[in-house]
């Protein structure tokens, strides 16, 4: 039950770039689970990869191919995640790799590979190989929403946008792609995100315009407070379009804009989410200290379960605060409000404040939790999502 969120009825092609999918049954259900990307010679690709050190096999491999060469595909399945599996996992990694590099006639470093789902069983690679063979015939430039639906998992619907932005050598056309729903503080992306463009960019640049965007988005999510062993995000840009002096500060904002609706609509597709919430901390002596208290109060069970409820348990989101890793807090300049509603000011409740006024924002299906540690000018926010039955369900029944 996604908040606020729709699947996005058609998303634009991005020159230089082509999309098939196949169905190899890994995932459950008679749907795709096999994405092959293409990009055309000459493009340039920056990609972060989750921080997690029990990374999985096409992380492993992702990374050494990406150092290796530029990439001309991304090969990913759903349904498996490919972590946890050891020396055969890396050796089924880089079989599917070669496997479509010798369909493609390119090397089989110019493959990158990803995989989300179950952790801890191998790949079913008699299935997987001719499933990248039918995603490769199926090639097509207007892909992208078959591949938003192939790569998902406990996801609810897909998740994509589209952009356009006039630049004096032509109009550049950016799309992206996510899924995630569970396992999600990214911790560098989200679980798995792909944008391609088709401006012109040296690959340093690029890299540089990915990070900023992934550290104001995907880096500010949660649902769960779980790091993903498979997280990546990669961006690709294909050169049709040249990107001028001064033109390139435009061009990053456009990446973070979709970064940004990517990473929300996220939280919106939580597992069993019924509330997206907005959390903001202002008034820090630095950034991390802010960051510091929103991810200690969006992570926890106890504010989680009372957004669920709707239920103005303010003292839940004062004890979370008081716990925050920061070395200096004052509680009596601190600030909270619900919405447009002041709960804590001077070291206690608002006088102002009533259960009445608190009960109304809570049972808002989006709200915002704004906290002003009254220590100085840093600000930070996050988003996230309550904790329901449903996510309880959806994960005890995740293998069954």
């Not at 230089?16 to 000459?42: C, H, M, S, W």
């Not at 008034?283 to 510091?292: I, K, N, P, S, V």
């Not at 348990?313 to 925050?324: E, K, Y």
Request: aromatic share 4%.
């Amino acid at each position: 039950m996604a908040v606020g969120l729709r699947a996005p009825e058609a998303l634009a092609a991005v020159p230089g770039v082509r999309l098939g999918t196949a169905r190899a049954g890994l995932a459950k259900g008679e749907r795709d689970d096999v994405t092959v990307l293409e990009l055309a010679p000459g493009s340039a690709v920056a990609a972060v990869f989750t921080r997690n050190r029990f990374c999985a096999a096409p992380v492993t491999v992702a990374r050494q191919h990406l150092a290796e060469t530029t990439p001309r595909y991304l090969l990913v399945n759903a349904g498996n995640a490919n972590a946890g599996t050891g020396a055969r996992g890396l050796a089924d990694a880089r079989a599917a790799c070669a496997h479509l590099a010798g369909r493609a006639g390119v090397h089989a470093a110019a493959v990158l590979p990803f995989s989300t789902g179950v952790i801890g069983e191998p790949l079913t690679m008699d299935r997987f190989l001719p499933a990248i063979d039918a995603a490769l015939e199926a090639m097509d430039e207007d892909g992208w929403l078959a591949a938003a639906r192939a790569i998902m998992t406990t996801d609810t619907l897909p998740k994509g946008a589209s952009r356009t932005l006039d630049l004096a050598g032509g109009t550049v056309t950016l799309t992206g792609i996510a899924k995630g729903a569970g396992m999600i503080r990214p911790d560098m992306a989200t679980m798995l995100a792909f944008l391609a463009t088709d401006a012109r960019i040296p690959q340093a640049d690029l890299q540089a315009v990915l990070a900023k965007a992934v550290e104001g988005s995907f880096n500010r999510i949660t649902v769960d407070g779980d790091t993903s062993t498979n997280d990546a995000c990669v961006l690709a840009a294909t050169g049709r379009v040249p990107v001028r002096e001064g033109e390139l500060s435009r061009l990053a904002e456009a990446v973070a804009d979709l970064c940004r609706e990517l990473a929300q609509a996220i939280v919106r597709d939580g597992e069993g989410a019924t509330r997206f919430v907005t959390v903001t901390v202002a008034g820090g002596e630095c950034e991390a200290d802010c960051l510091a208290v929103a991810y200690t109060i969006a992570h926890s069970p106890l504010v989680k379960t009372a957004l669920f409820a709707g239920d103005p348990n303010w003292g839940r989101i004062l004890a979370a605060l008081g716990r925050a890793p920061v070395a200096r807090l004052d509680l009596e300049r601190v600030t909270i409000h619900l919405d447009e509603v002041c709960v804590v000011r001077g070291g206690g409740r608002a006088p102002e404040y009533t259960e009445a006024d608190g009960q109304r924002v809570m049972v808002r299906p989006e709200l915002t939790i704004r906290v002003d540690l009254g220590d100085g000018e840093a600000t930070a926010t996050v988003w996230t999502c309550d904790l329901s039955y449903d996510y309880i369900r959806i994960n005890a029944e995740y293998r069954t």
